[in-house]
């Protein structure tokens, strides 16, 4: 199995696309032109020298276009991975806070990858741990013919889908591997009931009642609570058909006192 950096490194590339700034509701706030490059650094320099391990990161954010100069140019660095992100065999990945805090805002970062694109979804809670809004993100490999993906609906997902799901643990940091499942069924009054299996653990999780359900542009969902506490478990979660009878979830999970404890992928294909 691949190390993390390993998978880290399937997101290399210029990647031309979008941060699109979501209300709680779903309203769109915003939308602004980005460029991000990840740029291995034996690629990045010449001669003695150069670091084997080192990837350059660069985001540049536009006001209208990319022919004019950006309003936002940000560089880093990277030479190691921290604790707060997992990346897994394709390259798809989920990063946030390792500990819920009173008075603290929270966030997670969801990002897939498949082919020529990133398909990404920052969660965002207030310091009371409140729902804030989220972040879409939608990426395209320069120089490819990559196109977006239709809007989502529940209809598309409807049914079961099997497949395998990835883990890794907070206290393990080595991925494990295993079927996975997931069932998305509506009820009579439209509430929707999402059944997982991963091994031989099973969960079900109903929104609206459990959960807040949004479907997304280009195919994607999210699922997550109200609210954040460190003092109640819970899981945020999000999701892409990156392909019509081919969806990702990313999942991530805290427990009763605000601890990050592990993370899946699954890759599921549609049954039937």
């Given at each position: ?177 295993a079927v996975g499942e997931a ?67 990313l999942i991530r999970r805290y ?18």
């Amino acid at each position: 199995m691949a190390s993390q950096w390993q998978n880290f490194l399937r997101n290399l590339g210029d990647w031309r696309g979008s941060f699109t700034s979501l209300s709680p509701t779903g309203a769109e706030l915003d939308n602004t032109p980005s460029i991000l490059t990840l740029e291995n650094g034996a690629a990045a320099g010449t001669g003695e020298g150069v670091e084997e391990r080192l990837v350059r990161f660069r985001l540049r954010r536009y006001a209208n276009g990319f022919d004019q100069e950006p309003t936002r140019d940000i560089s880093q660095d990277y030479r190691s991975l921290g604790r707060q992100v997992v990346f897994f065999d394709s390259g798809s990945f989920c990063k946030g806070s390792l500990q819920v805090a009173p008075n603290t805002p929270f966030g997670a970062e969801f990002g897939f990858v498949a082919g020529d694109r990133r398909h990404r979804l920052v969660q965002l809670f207030q310091p009371s741990g409140d729902f804030d809004g989220l972040v879409l993100i939608r990426e395209f490999r320069a120089g490819s013919d990559a196109i977006e993906r239709p809007p989502l609906s529940l209809d598309q997902l409807q049914g079961e889908w099997r497949g395998e799901a990835a883990t890794m643990q907070a206290d393990w940091p080595e991925i494990e591997t295993a079927v996975g499942e997931a069932r998305f069924q509506t009820s009579g009054d439209g509430a929707l009931t999402l059944s997982t299996r991963i091994g031989a653990q099973e969960s079900a999780l109903n929104a609206p009642a459990e959960a807040r359900l949004q479907w997304l542009a280009d195919g994607g969902y999210c699922l997550m609570p109200p609210r954040v506490s460190h003092r109640q478990a819970f899981t945020v979660e999000a999701g892409w058909l990156s392909g019509p009878d081919r969806l990702e979830r990313l999942i991530r999970r805290y427990d009763a006192t605000g601890a990050w404890r592990s993370a899946s992928h699954l890759i599921l294909a549609r049954c039937g």
